[in-house]
């Protein structure tokens, strides 16, 4: 049977002149359904329409600048409260399934990127980087070759409000995320609702966006919140474009003026938002309702403001971070290669919202270079066949076809394969695209279940199951994908064991080995690494740091030199080679490789830490404790607070150097050596009982420490034979 196109803003043309027939009993399924998504005129037996009507009632209301229909004056008052219940209670359920998914979220650490983005970013300490985050690229604070023109000042500023109001624990920042995924889904239903005036329709695509699998990377990992900052700003800044046709006087004043303001928040949020002017331009002069008795210069305002913001938004990032297009990670790459490439991606992309199996944090990139290739036609074909069904729908319904071009517009910036970073094909990206995905199949949904109206209660039983049944599979994979991203070594693990050949993360897996001194492991992790990516300068620098702490000097020496003659701005090498030199009785050359690293990461908390260490040392406390203050002023961190504490120790300033320790212990509670330490320095000021308890704490997490261990046997010594001190504590 062929079902009927449903155009959303068609009329209902059935009549109410006559008394409904008698309707067979229904299944219970079925009825709740019809209850939630009946059209209006059936909730109170009135000749209101659903598609096309003007209702102001329940969140239509929020719609803004709807006349009244005409309605049957009996039960009015009962048919609004029954609507308004179910609007709220559509609302609630979109909230509830935006967020089940991804409460085991909350219980994540901090993976990836997240550790330079907001543990040790130092833009996050206090509020004295603002200017900074405003007026410079993302990864400014890291220095040496880290400054791309990436813009994003609204996730920086975002991190900056989490950690001072809410504490640096993860688990702030993933809730952040997951209540930024919760309004996306519900203003895109309100953006829905009023672009297609069809509450069905905007309910199937809001449900559809939050329980589809591709979006669990940038609700799963804190770094990813552009996307969903962007997505939130974006459709908010539609969504107030698509009332001003509704509202006159001081309200489209206000309208126009809360649109320039999100549009303001989406280009802070991530570049791609540059797309919402054109959208907005060709939705104005092609599917706007009133088009063809609005003036070309009504029409012009609505959108013009958004132009007049983008340019100035281009004019001051150009000023102070550069053009929109990141330098090329592909400079070798040819224009045959980069439109073949293009193909492959658009494919995959788009395979990957059909069957998001698979899901993978860092995929390796291929670069076609022939029209024969499987994924160039593969991707060839996928757009072909977009084409063909955006010309097909513009006569008929043609908001379908403009979802389909809100999804290739916003997919078009991450084709290019040359602008984007390593991992050219992101899961991420896709998170505002699918958002034209979700109008085209809610719209197709909706169709099929309005086909079905002449159908039995089983069939459309059917169809309801079959559709709750695909959306627990769906929440099911999100939960199972989400635990991926609980900490690092278990992220690194599930990404390899799909991209085996990522050698970017073979490196981090190794980097992590290397901080638990588990150097067996990190030796494989950059064996393997080396075989897929030979030379690579980060990969260079980790081999330095497995053969400095095995004492392989000179294999140490070489592989730093290579990884600074490869990439002479990266600090990380001068650090390691500035501990070969120190470790080797080279003092000088020491000291210069860590003014060297300071002065390529001014902000570099491990550069001034490691200086410091090397003053003290040196015995030169003086300016050891300055290098320990600059380290704490750019990152609190326990070796920035020990360091401290041992400067004020030597110097006799024990008050000091006890409010230091005490600070690394409020840092990190679970930190033994915060508690041994302040039981050594307890010890030697005669505080034998705070000494004790601080000793002991420590032990049980580090019960073969020597020094402890030697301090906690005198204590006890000393209280068997009733020497132990009831000394105030150190003024």
């Given at each position: 049977m062929a079902f009927k196109i449903f155009a959303p803003r068609q009329e209902n043309q059935k009549q109410c002149d006559s008394a409904p027939e008698p309707q067979p009993k229904r299944r219970l399924i079925t009825s709740v359904v019809d209850l939630f998504f009946m059209p209006y005129e059936e909730v109170d037996g009135s000749c209101h329409r659903e598609h096309g009507s003007k209702s102001d009632s329940g969140v239509s209301h929020l719609l803004g600048g709807r006349a009244q229909a005409d309605s049957h004056p009996a039960n009015l008052s009962g048919s609004r409260h029954l609507i308004l219940w179910t609007d709220g209670l559509l609302l609630a359920f979109l909230a509830a399934i935006a967020a089940f998914p991804y409460l085991n979220t909350l219980r994540n650490l901090f993976v990836y990127d997240d550790t330079f983005q907001v543990v040790n970013n130092p833009y996050l300490q206090n509020f004295h980087h603002l200017k900074e985050i405003f007026t410079t690229p993302v990864w400014s604070f890291l220095g040496g070759d880290y400054s791309h023109n990436y813009y994003r000042p609204l996730m920086s500023f975002g991190y900056l409000l989490c950690q001072q109001f809410l504490g640096p624990m993860p688990l702030a920042f993933h809730l952040v995320n997951l209540v930024l995924n919760l309004l996306v889904v519900l203003v895109l239903f309100l953006v829905t609702w009023?672009?297609?005036?069809?509450?069905?329709?905007?309910?199937?695509?809001?449900?559809?966006?939050?329980?589809?699998?591709?979006?669990?990377?940038?609700?799963?990992?804190?770094?990813?919140?552009?996307?969903?900052?962007?997505?939130?700003?974006?459709?908010?800044t539609f969504w107030f474009f698509l009332g001003l046709s509704k509202v006159r006087g001081r309200r489209l004043i206000l309208g126009e003026l809360s649109m320039v303001v999100s549009f303001a928040l989406a280009l802070l949020a991530k570049e791609p938002a540059v797309t919402l002017v054109v959208l907005a331009t060709l939705y104005e002069h092609s599917c706007r309702e009133d088009r063809k008795e609005t003036s070309v210069q009504v029409k012009l305002s609505r959108y013009g403001p958004l132009w007049l913001l983008l340019l100035v938004y281009l004019i001051v990032r150009t000023h102070f971070v550069g053009g929109l297009v990141n330098r090329s990670q592909f400079p070798d790459m040819g224009p045959d290669a980069v439109i073949f490439s293009a193909l492959a991606l658009a494919g995959q992309y788009v395979w990957k919202l059909f069957w998001p199996a698979k899901l993978c944090a860092f995929y390796v990139f291929h670069m076609s270079t022939s029209p024969s290739d499987p994924q160039v036609i593969g991707g060839a074909v996928a757009l072909m066949v977009l084409a063909f069904l955006f010309v097909f729908f513009w006569n008929r319904v043609r908001l379908v076809s403009f979802g389909l071009l809100f999804f290739f517009l916003n997919l078009a910036p991450v084709l290019n394969a040359p602008w984007m970073a390593a991992n050219v094909f992101t899961e991420r990206y896709l998170y505002l695209p699918s958002v034209g995905f979700c109008w085209v199949l809610g719209w197709a949904g909706t169709t099929l279940w309005r086909a079905t109206t002449s159908h039995s209660a089983w069939w459309r039983g059917i169809v309801v199951v079959s559709a709750l049944a695909i959306a627990a599979l769906c929440t099911l994979r999100i939960i199972q994908r989400n635990r991926d991203w609980h900490d690092d070594e278990t992220f690194y693990k599930a990404t390899l064991a799909l991209q085996p050949d990522a050698y970017i993360i073979h490196n981090n897996l190794a980097t992590l080995y290397l901080d638990r001194d588990d150097l067996k492991n990190a030796e494989q992790e950059l064996r393997e690494a080396d075989k897929i990516a030979p030379d690579y300068p980060l990969i260079l620098n980790n081999f330095g740091l497995l053969n400095l702490k095995l004492k392989r000097y000179d294999d140490a020496l070489g592989y730093l030199i290579r990884s600074i003659m490869k990439n002479p701005n990266e600090p990380q090498p001068h650090l390691y080679l500035a501990l070969v030199y120190d470790q080797t009785g080279k003092a000088d050359y020491a000291e210069k490789e860590y003014r060297t690293a300071i002065n390529l990461s001014p902000l570099s908390q491990r550069a001034h830490a490691g200086?410091?260490?090397?003053?003290?040392?040196?015995?030169?406390?003086?300016?050891?404790?300055?290098?320990?203050?600059?380290?704490?002023?750019?990152?609190?961190?326990?070796?920035?607070?020990?360091?401290?504490?041992?400067?004020?120790?030597?110097?006799?300033?024990?008050?000091?150097?006890?409010?230091?320790?005490?600070?690394?212990?409020?840092?990190?509670?679970?930190?033994?050596?915060?508690?041994?330490?302040?039981?050594?320095?307890?010890?030697?000021?005669?505080?034998?009982?705070?000494?004790?308890?601080?000793?002991?704490?420590?032990?049980?997490?580090?019960?073969?420490?020597?020094?402890a261990l030697e301090a906690l046997r005198k204590l006890q010594s000393q209280d068997s034979s009733g020497g132990a001190s009831n000394a105030s504590p150190v003024r």
């Open positions: 009023r672009m297609f005036n069809d509450r069905t329709l905007a309910f199937v695509a809001a449900g559809l966006f939050a329980v589809h699998p591709i979006h669990s990377e940038p609700v799963a990992w804190i770094a990813a919140i552009t996307d969903i900052e962007l997505a939130l700003f974006y459709l908010l200086l410091g260490e090397f003053y003290f040392d040196q015995g030169r406390l003086l300016e050891a404790e300055g290098q320990f203050q600059e380290s704490l002023r750019a990152a609190r961190t326990l070796r920035g607070y020990w360091g401290l504490g041992l400067v004020y120790w030597r110097e006799g300033r024990y008050a000091e150097a006890e409010h230091a320790f005490q600070e690394a212990e409020a840092l990190v509670p679970s930190s033994a050596r915060a508690h041994i330490m302040l039981g050594l320095l307890y010890t030697e000021t005669k505080r034998n009982r705070e000494a004790l308890r601080e000793l002991q704490t420590g032990l049980k997490s580090e019960p073969r420490n020597p020094q």
